[in-house]
């Protein structure tokens, strides 16, 4: 039997009122999927169109049932620079725009054939035995987004938190204290939505913050200033393919927080400083510095929507510098009272 050819078993998802429906006829395409999108598992879905993924194996690129057409251009490449801060997505890629599907090839990691318009997408893994489930992971997630956004639902770059109903975003790239601020805040009490790519959406008087819980990734630096992280057992702490990851609740007394508005939204960038403080940053600067944490758009209308729910966030939210020093189990005391004063 050809591997695409394998009965496929389905899996039910609910995202803030857009079903999923994921399939696939493997289970290493299984595992990472559900682990992703364990919050939102559900056992039957009434929406008559739900979006569809599927994620095949297959075993060399020529097993990939899709060929350039002559029509076909090239919207974009990139050259392996890591995604975010999760190196082990650095893969040369190439976006295509082929007749009304947006290609995604990452050459000898497989391909994605995402159709926006129908709400499906297919993805073709090579050898997904010999690939980490963070990049199995990552490559479902990139089309997935592709999908949401054209439901309204949008992801960013950032971690995120909630407290009092209202919500803290800290967008950025490794190396800038977005984790180690994240973990500060999460464990003197904050409730989390994501470490790395909340939703939003706009609510119509605001513009929303929704929680997608993930497993939170730690460097070896940023455990050490933790002594819950430090003396975690290997069971808790997982070892990944360049950090560490848990579970929040399996660490701290928290839960997954409400859907709320966001008040702050904070930059961070690590200083040699004995204290940590704000600077206030202009609209126009925060806004700037925020478009790179979303990903890439290629349908022209669904950018402008998703640009005018970023502008409507940064005019809604105190944006801030954070200058991290080296007070880092002190961050509450600094970030708590713009949540308290803005309530």
């Known amino acids: 039997m050809n591997v695409l050819e394998k009965p496929m078993i389905e ?14 006829a493997s289970p290493l395409l299984a595992a990472p999927v559900n682990e992703l999108l364990r919050h939102f598992r559900r056992n039957s879905s009434e929406e008559s169109a739900p979006l569809t993924l599927c994620l095949h194996a297959v075993q060399e690129r020529a097993d990939i049932p899709w060929t350039k057409s002559s029509s076909a251009r090239q919207l974009s490449s990139g050259t392996g620079a890591a995604v975010g801060d999760r190196p082990e997505t650095g893969l040369p890629y190439d976006v295509i725009q082929d007749g009304g599907r947006l290609i995604a090839d990452f050459h000898n990691a497989g391909v994605l054939v ?33 999908l949401l956004r054209r439901r309204g639902l949008y992801s960013i770059h950032a971690a995120a938190l909630e407290k009092y109903g209202r919500g803290v975003l800290i967008p950025g790239m490794s190396g800038r204290g977005k984790t180690t601020s994240f973990i500060s ?4 009490g904050y409730r989390y939505l994501s470490d790395d790519h909340p939703l939003i959406r706009d609510a119509g008087t ?16 940023t455990r050490a200033f933790f002594p819950e ?33 966001p008040a702050a939204m904070l930059f961070p960038h690590v200083v040699d400083a004995p204290h940590s403080h704000l600077e206030l940053l202009p609209k126009s600067r925060a806004l700037e510095v925020l478009l790179p944490q979303a990903l890439l758009v290629y349908d ?26 080296r007070d880092i189990l002190d961050l509450p005391k600094l970030i708590t009272p713009l949540l308290e004063k803005g309530g």
């Open 206 to 221: 605001h513009v929303e913050a929704l929680p997608f819980p993930n497993k939170i990734n730690v460097t070896e630096a």
């Open 229 to 261: 992280l430090r003396n975690a057992p290997d069971h808790i702490l997982h070892h990944g393919s360049s950090k560490r990851s848990f579970h929040a609740e399996d660490l701290y007394p928290t839960s997954v927080g409400n859907c709320c508005q």
């Open 185 to 188: 805040l999460l464990r003197s």
């Open 114 to 146: 995402i159709d926006g318009v129908q709400g499906r997408a297919d993805g073709y893994l090579i050898k997904p035995e010999s690939m980490h489930a963070n990049l199995i992971e990552y490559l479902f997630h990139t089309a997935l987004i592709q």
């Open 11 to 24: 899996y039910l998802f609910s995202l803030y009122g857009t079903t999923v429906r994921y399939a696939t």
């Open 300 to 325: 022209p209308e669904v950018a402008r929507q998703e640009f005018q729910v970023l502008a409507r966030l940064v005019q809604q939210v105190d944006c801030y510098r954070l200058h991290f020093g």
